[in-house]
């Protein structure tokens, strides 16, 4: 009992510091937000251009749901990755991370606490997003499986958690170029996984690597409950493979996590300076 | 309770050498030694000083103790527990000072300590009545003021007050007066002294300021290229040169001490 009431609160510990930072470094959310909506508007302004560009007579509208949903997926999930394969080059960054590394607690607690604020934020960012992207072109979800698609969501959500837990032991194995990596992750996620365009159009070893992509899943199940109104037990089919992803993923995740942690103990890479 | 603190038994730490021709006189098939079969008892209440210069291996020392590195060779044992075994028991009764006072520079104090409380399993209503006890008796007003705003002497009080809010009972302060001007060493110094007493643990402090080891600590011991060459209080220590230096201080011994080390180990290195 006192067990998981202590967990629960460095849990807690977790999601309440990142929000913090998130509102003292209140300039750079600003950045980041503006960024995310002027790239959201500027692919879905694509979508709306395609008649002119073309010079063909296109579904115009069928383009620009097909562009948004892949903007705002791809803006939720790299959200998702971000925050969490960050934690320990952000903490390394401060200086704070012998600090964290010292406290009693158990690192899947310091997994979960940062998981759950990356997911609220993700969240939340992305409701910010599609509220501007609305405000700008005539959007009717009235026929969209929305329940279904948040549902694929959040299951997509738990792989990319793994992953981004995979990711973030890299700026503890290389604590000089180790967020770099995490960044070369994150845009051959984007590359092969069907968020602009169909993963049909790619070359066939691309194709193949699109399968190991939860967002390959997620995006593919999005399109079919939002553009094509199917129902939620049509989208089995790809909420399976990420259930299977998540299973794999996160238990993998902690595992080399934790290897990883002692051989940066034995190696002496937890330190930056001093 | 357990009566020894801290045993320490031939702890070693090498570490895969970064510049090795910088390094050279301490390089063993391309590895620096830090810390070398160090061994060492701290009584329950004690302060304990390690007295080194620079890189004599100090930080690794309180690394290998706080879990942050593990020893190759050794065993170390805190209140009875083996820090292999028993890790996260351990990590309940320690707290470690850095020189760098380790904060989340943009957050306040508040919010920082409120995070270290958590992290330890406080509650929130608990956790934000002691740390504002914690600040008004530090004279600190500005509880939501970013901490990068503060004086790094006021910082390094805030540190030692975060790391005393959990209790712990052997705080591992390093070089905890480093970089300070001398009236905020002075105040940082009373202020270990003060929090010390209240709680009655037991401190383990680092430090290359020989005033400092003198003033703070019951008893001392010199580090040097990652070994311990003479343990003993500050007095104990001085009559060892009695002989040789009339009136000696801490620094004289050192000199003395070291001067000797500094040629035996050279010529380990030419043997091999
Ligand atoms: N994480 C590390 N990686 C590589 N070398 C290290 C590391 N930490 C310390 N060292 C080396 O070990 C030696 C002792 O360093 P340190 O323990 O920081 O000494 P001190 O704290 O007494 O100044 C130095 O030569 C230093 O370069
Ligand atoms: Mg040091």
Redesign the interface.
Same mark, same amino acid.
Not at chain 1, 265 to 268: A, D, P, Q, V
């Given at each position: 009992m006192s067990f998981w *009431?202590?967990?629960l609160? &460095?849990t @807690? &510990?977790f999601v309440?510091?990142n929000w913090?930072?998130v509102k003292?470094?209140w300039g750079w959310e600003v950045v980041w937000i503006t960024y995310s909506i002027v790239n959201s508007l500027a692919i879905t302004f694509i979508g709306a251009g395609m008649e002119k560009i073309s010079g063909q007579p296109m579904n115009t509208q069928y383009l620009i749901l097909y562009l948004l949903v892949g903007t705002l997926i791809w803006s939720y999930l790299s959200v998702v990755f971000d925050s969490i394969s960050e934690m320990i080059a952000w903490e390394r960054w401060? +200086?704070?991370i012998? @600090? =964290?590394?010292? &406290?009693?607690? &158990?690192r899947p607690t310091h997994m979960i606490g940062t998981t759950l604020f990356s997911v609220s934020y993700g969240i939340l960012r992305t409701l910010i997003i599609l509220g501007v992207v609305t405000f700008f072109f005539q959007i009717d979800l009235s026929r969209a499986n929305l329940v279904g698609a948040m549902l694929v969501l959040l299951i997509g959500s738990v792989s990319f958690i793994g992953f981004g837990i995979v990711a973030a032991v890299l700026p503890l194995l290389f604590p000089e170029r180790g967020s770099q990596m995490t960044h070369i992750i994150e845009a051959l996620l984007l590359l092969i996984s069907g968020i602009y365009y169909p993963i049909s159009v790619l070359p066939d070893w691309l194709q193949k690597i699109s399968m190991f992509s939860p967002a390959t899943y997620v995006l593919e199940a999005m399109r079919e409950a939002i553009l094509y109104s199917k129902g939620t037990s049509d989208l089995l089919p790809y909420v399976w493979p990420l259930i299977a992803m998540g299973f794999i993923t996160i238990p993998f995740g902690l595992l080399v996590f934790g290897i990883v942690e *002692?051989f940066a /103990? /034995? =190696? +002496?890479r937890? /330190?930056r300076? +001093? | 309770m357990h009566h020894l603190a801290l045993n320490v038994q031939h702890v070693g730490k090498s570490f895969a050498s970064e510049e090795p021709w910088l390094k050279r006189l301490r390089r063993r098939n391309g590895k620096v030694c830090a810390v070398s079969d160090v061994s060492f008892q701290v009584k329950r209440g004690e302060i304990y000083g390690i007295l080194g210069p620079n890189g004599s291996g100090k930080s690794t020392l309180i690394r290998c103790l706080a879990t942050l590195l593990i020893p190759d060779a050794g065993r170390i044992e805190i209140f009875g527990h083996d820090l292999q075994r028993d890790e996260k028991t351990v990590k309940r009764l320690i707290n470690r000072v850095s020189v760098d006072a380790a904060f989340f520079k943009k957050l306040s104090a508040m919010e920082n300590l409120l995070y270290a409380a958590r992290l330890y399993g406080m509650d929130g209503a608990t956790a934000r009545k002691r740390i504002r006890e914690i600040l008004e008796r530090l004279g600190i007003k500005e509880l939501h003021q970013p901490l990068e705003h503060m004086s790094r002497g006021m910082q390094q009080k805030v540190a030692i007050a975060r790391a005393f809010l959990n209790s712990p009972i052997l705080l591992l302060l390093d070089e905890p007066t480093t970089g300070l001007d001398p009236r905020s060493k002075r105040e940082v110094q009373e202020f270990v002294l003060e929090v010390r007493e209240d709680h009655d643990a037991t401190v383990l402090l680092t430090t290359h300021d020989m005033d400092e080891a003198d003033k703070l600590c019951n008893r001392v011991a010199i580090i040097d290229n990652g070994k311990i060459i003479a343990e003993d209080t500050s007095q104990g220590l001085k009559n060892l040169i009695q002989d040789r230096v009339p009136n000696p201080t801490l620094e004289d011994v050192f000199m003395e001490l070291t001067g000797k080390q500094l040629v035996t180990e050279e010529d380990l290195v030419s043997e091999t």
């Open positions: *009431r202590r967990e609160r &460095a @807690y &510990a309440e510091r913090n930072m003292r470094y401060e +200086g704070t012998e @600090y =964290t590394f010292m &406290a009693p607690v &158990a *002692r /103990k /034995k =190696t +002496g937890l /330190k300076s +001093g | -």
